[in-house]
């Protein structure tokens, strides 16, 4: 593939580490800020990101042109506005931001500087994991920097437009990401998510518009300004449009991250990128973006990884990173761990989210160990019926809770009544 | 008014309100936790879930949380649809995981709003089998219980706490199921309105510690409707009584004053009514020792002295109406005194004058809440009027109003609308001597002398109004505050203007009384609100009488045979050299007081009065709203309401026209008819005679028990209860009870499924709104005098180099007179110190000196705040020294620490 | 470093009123500052939690309820060193338990505790966005990944000088 074909990651890996300023430009960076400020209106940067058709790639792919459209146009120079980039990636098994943030922060940077842009905010905020500590050095390095050159600052490129960027470490919480929640920590609160309305757009950060975006789209608007909506359309193979960064983990042979053509087949991701299973192992299911999404059972393999493809399947496309379940590791082990961390990561302010969760994870935790009894499935069930939809709790945390416990309560039902009757885990927990 | 259809049926609904609040006001029940009708909605415990359905071919419905869902006209939802039961369910369910289930030996049981929505939802078997996670609990102080260990984590409290009462010190900890509600360590609860919380949680988290230390289910008590007396706002009140002894005071809800919050004063301030020193029986000195006598004896001596010559009756700003109103007839209108010792008197009476003749709405607390723009002037409201200072605070809520309705978001979505006004400007303006609680929300504060600030105040009116007097002699600073408050002010729609008497300054009073009418000249729709000091000042300032000055004056020439005080502390009211040449001048001393006071030890004839919660009686509050309290406790022989003793002593002492009323409604018609501007009390309340369905209304809750069962090692048989003349209600469970019933004839709230406070949906017209039965009590101020500028400046206030100017710093807890009494607040009164802005040569911050404060010579330690003007000394009122309640110079004599 | 100092030092409080003065709010900067608070002493004591709660304009209960919610905040010592061992799913399947259960042989405590030499705490960690690299784990402000029983309990004694 050429560097064109995957434009994400085309700087990323190189021997010497991220690129400076320098190199960044002459690798083709720059070009984009330089497009888009001096010779492009926001709103005709606006149009251009709508018509390429870039949807969000932080798991719920809102389009991202149209997200923008919602922020208020309004005397621009009199409004505080936001900018924010949602790098707290802490999603099980998912890793694309991480490599995003660490091989090419400038990427990020002209992408946000563009993001501005087009919404005509003057802070960018970078919203980091707090575990992320060689991203944190190398985003404040690029940042100080891109500062220094001018890219960063008042007036960039003469333009008149001012943009500067701040990045907060996190305090470390999953809900974090939610990018209400997001909002509320940036404000030095406990990271509870807010109703909507005001949706951030209208009403974010202090109240002021704000947009979220995650790395990975950010991170493609360099791109798609610099080469137009018609050719980033055209990298998707499927319906969607761009690249995507996949990924494999589990007992696959080269577990990794890729970029390729938005729509890639499973299959083609599973066997040919990462190498197939390892010998003595083989495929059972497999969660196709990340923990809260809905398993997929080793026969749906042959999905587009798009988003209509595997929603069509029973899933969701979420970060596009899957987690692969093999057959010597115990499903209802892998469960329990799932809903461990979602229990945990509760943010503790709706009912049946911090109750309920705890509840399923103890449920799983005593069928796993040989004590559970007939009708804990049926308690399963209910959680998984009556927190599943949206709108029954705060935020979309415990419906993604409820997505692999859902799935998988029907995909490994023998396996739930086999512990249960042989009150003992018929695998051990890990082969 | 929109139209909802909630389970076929067709039901009125606001458009400005969310489902829940339209189902339970048609009735319905619908259980919820974290909405509540003054905080508003977050959507956190999801027990209000209904069924809401796009429209009638819609036959799937989505789960919504009503709370959360505005109405619309033609919404359709089902309360009763299976899935949405089956969730109400769950909901209660996941609460009780770790609850844990010790509703018998816990004091909300009973009134328990989480017994009463598991009821409801019918959850009544538990699944979960897996450990109950445990908490420490905290000592919260004096007033409230900590029992983390049920908490359902629906956090009210938190938002009451912080976000509407503005305390710091409680925060939710932890996350997901590991939550704490508590404070960062042990110790008082430090907001003004910690007592709500008993009220706030919908479970035993917090609960009322002096009650629970005399615990009894609220089935088990007798409820009457009262007003607090603690100060001049008069908050609407429950008295819970058993056994003869007051237990509890719970929140009376009054849609314009106090609405569903109390002050702390007035929650734990009834603890006086049970102290062991009260005089429970008439005494008489002998041989300089007073000894008990009975009522009859008393009568003959009260008899004896009045023939040595004229009787004066001094009266008193914390009794009812009707008990001064005695007192005046008793000793003629010539010879009544109002108990307050000038200047307090001349500008007690002041306040009706100006409040009439300024072009202003005096306003309730409730109306005050809707300002957008407010004056402090002068006065520490949060303070001298705590509940006030809360309505002051809740002016910010409404600063975010205009940005929730630009992004077109419900006011009642709080946490949402709190945030769109993170950058709203605050509506507080606050120009006082010392600092505030209401200083960290205030847009702009400025500290001054009083003279100063009426000053400042003077030349506000002139910027919004040039035929107002101008402030001669301005500082350059002072003349641009000047202009931007008077800029703001008369930018506002609604401007508010606040003073009072803290510093028993006309000029502040005048100032703002100019303020006022300027903005209403300006076009502005501008209220006035002074605060005056005691439960009762407003109703003697229009009943009237004679300074105590005139009352040293008679004594002095001789004019007084018998000097007969009522409910009155004269050592707080006059210095210790006044007094006893009052005392000395005055053959005869009859005192009638509930407590035992100083001067009450210095009586010939003491007469024991009933307290509050033994008596019925009128207050008018800080804004002439009179207000009725009615007995919780059938007052035991031979203690009676002064108006009673007052009324036998004229029978007694043979008076022209003595009286010969026999019940409360008796006295009120007579004060109706002799003191005009009083006349309308005698509608803050029907009279004894009211009946509901030809009943009287009972004051005790229908499944009351151990009526007998308390008494049972004397007699197991019930006892005929005594039914009081004075009120409309029975002494039992037997009587009428509806929620139609008058606001101010309210003993408890309960209906039936909903046994807690929560219950009071029921009682409301709408949500927030007025009662159903008519709110209790009546204005008798409305403005109707000419107005004119006020043009009495005062000189600049300069600091003397050898003297500083003593200003009362009344204290929340420690100053009002009865409420001290209450162990529970005595706990929280810290001991007096004297502030000072400057710290004169050779004194430190810590340091002991002594000074003469009226009359007396005290210690007190220095604690330096540079925030106070300069020549501005601050020190709590009565507390050092007794009679300290007005501004004085002082100077200060040397070091005291060896 | 696990025992804190009465106060913080100037130069700390500085920093931390620079950040506040940085933000829209000073509150804003609440996990910013703990964290150079705990950058320098390894945790939050409560003194040092008042007195950053004090330059934050916020109440103690305030801060602390912020403090108490995120999980990279310490509020009890923890050892010179942390290490923080994923725990969630891909190094679950990839056989963290076993690593986790030979670092608590090797280190003599469970998960949430610290060496009683104060060298090591062992943490439980989310995800580290390591999973390729499977099981996973933060060692101060390093990762290492593809760590099995061996490799970690070799790190583990690295950190405690002299090994025991
Ligand atoms: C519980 C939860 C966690 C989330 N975590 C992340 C995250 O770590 N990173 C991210 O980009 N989006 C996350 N999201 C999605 C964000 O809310 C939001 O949709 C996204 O940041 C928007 O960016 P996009 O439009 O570019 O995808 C999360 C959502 C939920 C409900
Ligand atoms: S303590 Fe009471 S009010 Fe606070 S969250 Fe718990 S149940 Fe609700
Ligand atoms: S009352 Fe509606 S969610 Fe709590």
Known sequence: MTASERPLTAMIGLPDGPPDCAAYGRAGGWQAVRRALRDMTPDAVIDLVTASKLRGRGGAGFGTGQKWSFVPKDPAATRRKYLIANADEMEPGTFKDRLLLEGNPLQLIEGMIVAGYAIQAGHGVIFLRGEYHLALDRLNQAIAEAHEVGWLGDNILGSGFGFEIHVHASGGRYICGEETALLTALEGRRAQPRSKPPFPQVGGLWGAPSVVNNVETLCNLPHIVTNGADWFRALGIGPDSGTKIYGVSGRVRRPGAWELPMGTPLREIVEHHAGGLRDGYRLRALLPGGASTAFLDAGQIDVAMEYGAVEKAGSRLGTGLAILLDDRTCPVGMLHNLEHFFAQESCGWCTPCRDGLPWVERLLQAIESGTGQPDDLDRLHDHARLLGPMGRTFCAHAPGAMAPLASGLNLFREDFEAHIRQRRCPLHATA | MATILIDGRACPARTDENLLQACLEAGADLPYFCWHPELGSVGACRQCAVKQFSGPDDKTGRIVMACMTPVTDGAILSIDDPLAREFRAGVVEWLMINHPHDCPVCPEGGECHLQDMTVMTGHARRRYRFAKRTHRNQDLGPFINHEMNRCIGCYRCVRFYRDYAGGEDLAAFGAHDDLYFGRYEDGALENAFSGNLAEICPTGVFTDKPFSAVYSRKWDMRGAPSVCAHCAVGCNTIVNARQGSVRRVLNRYHDAVNRYVLCDRGRFGHGFTTMSTRPRAPTMRQDGLPVPVSIATALDRFAAMAADGPVVGIGSTRASLEANFALRALAGPARFSTGLAQPEHDLTLLVPALLRATPARNPSLHDMEAADAVLVLGEDVCVTAPRLGLALRQTLRRAAYPAADAAKVPRWMDAAVRMLGTDAPSPLLVLTPAPTDLDPIAATTHRAAPDDLARLGFAIAHRIDGTAPDAPDLSEPETRLAGSIAATLRAARRPLVVTGLHHASAALLHAAANIAAALHAAGTDPALSLVVPDGNSMGMALMGGLPLDAVRAMAREGEIGTLVVMENDLTRRLDAAALDDLLSAVPHLVVIDHIATPLAHRADLLLPATAFAESGGTLVNTEGRAQRFLPALAAELPLQESWRWLQQCAQAAGTANAPDWTDLDQVIAAMAREVPALAGAADAAPNADYRLDGRRLRSEPSRISGRTAVRANISVHDRPLPQSPDTPFSPSMEGAYATAMPGALIPFYQVPGWNSVQSLNRFQQEIGGPMRGGDAGTRLLDHDRPHDWHRDIPAPFTPAPDAFLLLPAPRLFGTEELSTLSPPIAARATPATLRLGTLPPGLQDGDTVRFTLAGERIALPIRHDPTLPPGIALCPPHMAARAFATPVRIRLHGNDTP | ?164
Do not use: K
């Open chain 3, 1 to 164: 470093m696990s025992t804190a100092d009465p106060t913080l030092p100037p130069e700390l409080r500085d920093r931390i009123t620079g950040l506040a003065r940085a933000e829209h709010r000073p509150r804003a900067a609440a996990i910013s500052a703990l964290t150079l608070v705990q950058d320098q002493f390894g945790w939050v004591s409560d003194p040092h939690l008042a007195e950053t709660a004090s330059l934050l304009g916020m109440s103690p209960a305030d801060l602390d309820g912020i403090a108490t919610y995120f999980n990279l905040i310490f509020r009890r010592p923890v050892g010179r060193h942390v290490i923080m061992l994923c725990d969630s799913v891909s190094c679950w399947i990839m056989g963290r338990d076993a690593v986790c259960a030979r670092l608590q042989a090797r280190l003599g405590i469970r998960p949430g505790e610290t060496t009683p030499d104060g060298a090591v705490t062992l943490l439980p960690i989310v995800c580290l966005g390591h999973c390729d690299h499977a099981p996973a784990m933060l060692v101060d402000r390093t990762l290492h990944g593809d760590l099995d029983a061996e490799t970690a309990e070799r790190l583990a004694d690295t950190l405690r000088t002299p090994a025991p």
